[in-house]
């Protein structure tokens, strides 16, 4: 029997904060083919200086100048390694960092492949106009073999800088459904909304609380939950500012973060997921809600306009507009029985097209075509 080819897969830690981890966290549980071995490597900062900021970029040159000895001698040891697929966002750090390993990859005459997590659409926009920026970008995604995106839309964005759309590939985040709940909201009662997310700026907090602000003068009956970290100390300061000047503590409960079991049983018993991001890439976050059965707000960002079908699964919202959130969840207050019998026919489609088997399927086909 000819020997498995390797696929080596570089991200933070799998026990890190963020998306890139969740996924694969899930990915390497399940995926399984008999033709490829995918193993992880770990390449930047690790978990313990994620919540030290100034202390991470003070000391990345260093782990990240470890890793690439580390990585370079993985490859030189391990024959059976056949490609190197990095798992940037479209931001600069990454960029940088990631170019330097598919260098490195094709000077070791490995496949190289790269899967962008996450898509600033303002950033694209900004290398595009820039002819030095685009002609390094162009440059550094013509050594790459594969390139897979969570958007159509991003397809597009990189056919139309003249990248071949034959090896552009196109998938979605995934979800364990292992943890989840039969226990479903109760057919009556106020609407239960819910927030799940790291707590920022960045993730719509601000608009997310001055929606519920409006809501609550409206004299609508509803209960939220916000469930997560704080990205910083300031952003905590100004959550309970907040709260505390506008009297919403009786109307909001701060769960902080959650995983696993607890937090499938905490979106289980809620109606509606709000998800008011500035940006993102295919959001895990909200998967995994609409495989709970949860009527979705969410902004019109990344791949969410290809996921979210409005009034079947969701409703979608210009992102940094808190009326519009405040309108669109005084709507699913009002036809709160519209959405709970939509429950199951949510999860179910949700369920048939994120799990975590499905998905591992789309990757098996994609390194498929690599070799």
């Not at 996924?23 to 008999?34: A, D, L, V």
């Not at 598919?102 to 002819?131: A, D, M, P, V, Y």
């Not at 704080?230 to 009297?247: G, M």
């Not at 207050?333 to 998905?359: D, H, L």
């Amino acid at each position: 029997m000819d020997k498995k080819r390797k696929i080596l897969i570089l991200s933070n830690s799998l026990n890190h904060e963020g998306g890139v981890a969740n996924f694969f966290s899930i990915f390497f549980k399940y995926f399984s083919n008999p033709s490829f071995a995918v193993e992880h490597f770990s390449i930047g900062s690790p978990m313990c200086l994620f919540y030290r900021p100034i202390l991470k970029r003070t000391i990345y040159p260093v782990h990240f100048f470890y890793s690439i000895i580390k990585l370079l001698l993985k490859c030189i040891c391990d024959s059976s390694i056949s490609a190197i697929q990095v798992n940037p966002s479209l931001i600069p750090v990454p960029l940088t960092r990631d170019f330097i390993v598919i260098l490195i990859s094709k000077i070791l005459r490995k496949k190289t492949i790269i899967f962008f997590h996450g898509w600033r659409k303002h950033f694209f926009q900004k290398i595009c106009s820039k002819k030095l920026y685009k002609f390094i970008f162009i440059s550094f995604l013509k050594f790459c073999d594969q390139i897979i995106v969570l958007s159509n839309d991003f397809k597009k964005d990189l056919i139309s800088i003249g990248i071949d759309c034959d090896r552009i590939f196109v998938t979605t985040t995934m979800v364990d459904i292992k943890y989840f709940q039969t226990t479903t909201a109760p057919n009556e009662g106020p609407t239960k909304f819910v927030f799940l997310s790291k707590i920022s700026k960045q993730k719509g907090i601000k608009e997310t609380l001055e929606a519920i602000k409006m809501l609550r003068c409206s004299s609508e009956d509803f209960d939220f939950d916000i469930i997560g970290h704080f990205e910083s100390k300031d952003t905590q300061i100004f959550v309970d500012d907040y709260l505390s000047t506008h009297s919403l503590n009786n109307k909001i409960k701060l769960s902080g973060r959650l995983d696993g079991n607890s937090k499938f049983v905490k979106l289980s018993k809620s109606d509606v997921y709000i998800f008011p991001s500035w940006t993102e890439g295919c959001p895990t976050s909200v998967l995994e809600a609409l495989t709970t059965g949860l009527f979705v707000i969410a902004t019109n960002v990344g791949a969410l306009p290809e996921i979210i079908k409005e009034n079947e699964n969701g409703r979608l919202i210009p992102a940094k507009d808190s009326f519009s959130l405040f309108e669109n969840m005084k709507w699913s207050i009002q036809n709160i029985q519209y959405i709970r019998q939509q429950k199951e026919q949510i999860k179910y489609r949700a369920i048939n097209s994120f799990r975590a088997e499905v998905i591992c399927n789309d990757f098996s086909q994609i390194y498929s075509k690599l070799f």
